[in-house]
């Protein structure tokens, strides 16, 4: 079944650094990608998404991400973290074809920024 | 304004009430969805719809019911709530383009459920 995975349910950093959250998935085809982010008491918002090409996507607020097929993964990165930055993060994979589908999320992970 | 409400923002409800959470879009969107989230389980994805009149089981539809009379509205209904449904829910929507998903999820501020 598809699925995706999160490795790191929660990540501390400090202003300034950068910052990676890793994202795995499973899936038999070629995956549509995606990044949300979650602030607290909010619903997601759309970082990045990736449907085919190049491999390196840019996303909103400084954010980028890169599809590695060979390692099934869809990193989330950022040079440089701001304390505002400080929410919870999934990444999800788009299951299904044509007129019907869904998106699988992830279970999470929270970043904390330290200042 | 143009965009996706949910309501209430809060809700406690004692086992085995019906409750209904309301999800209503401006954007005329096809697509919309329900989701649950759980601490240690993510976002699992609990119905969606692909248009009026069009549902489908998600992964965890087990207790829930829906409709979509109207296409800006898809409300979630627990026939009788129990406390495993504790949760915040949330509703989405998006857009359709030709064959392929390529229109993201606008997310709603979610409504948190109590079951006691």
């Known amino acids: 079944a598809q699925s995706v995975t999160q490795p790191d349910i929660h990540i501390t950093v400090s202003e300034g650094a950068s910052l990676e959250l890793r994202c795995n998935y499973s899936?038999?085809?070629?995956?549509?990608l995606f990044w949300y982010v979650q602030s607290p008491g909010q619903g997601l918002q759309l970082l990045l998404k990736y449907f085919s090409g190049d491999t390196l996507v840019q996303g909103i607020k400084g954010f980028e991400a890169e599809f590695k097929r060979s390692q099934s993964s869809f990193n989330l990165r950022k040079p440089s973290v701001h304390w505002s930055d400080a929410a919870e993060y999934f990444c999800a994979v788009f299951h299904g074809s044509g007129n019907t589908g869904k998106l699988i999320f992830g279970q999470g992970t929270t970043l904390q920024v330290k200042p | 304004d143009a965009g996706i409400t949910q309501s209430p923002r809060y809700k406690i409800t004692e086992t085995g009430r019906q409750v209904t959470l309301m999800c209503h879009q401006t954007w005329s969107h096809s697509y919309m969805f329900w989701y649950r989230q759980d601490l240690g389980h993510g976002l699992r994805l609990i119905y969606y719809?692909?248009?009026?009149?069009?549902?489908d089981k998600g992964e965890v539809p087990d207790g829930y019911v829906v409709s979509r009379s109207k296409t800006e509205n898809f409300p979630l209904t627990l026939e009788s709530a129990t406390r495993s449904q504790t949760s915040v829910y949330f509703c989405?929507?998006?857009?359709?383009?030709?064959?392929?998903?390529?229109?993201?999820?606008?997310f709603g501020n979610g409504t948190r459920l109590t079951v006691t």
């Open positions: 719809s692909a248009a009026a009149d069009i549902t």
């Open positions: 899936y038999g085809a070629t995956p549509y």
């Open positions: 989405a929507s998006s857009e359709r383009t030709g064959g392929r998903y390529n229109s993201p999820l606008h």
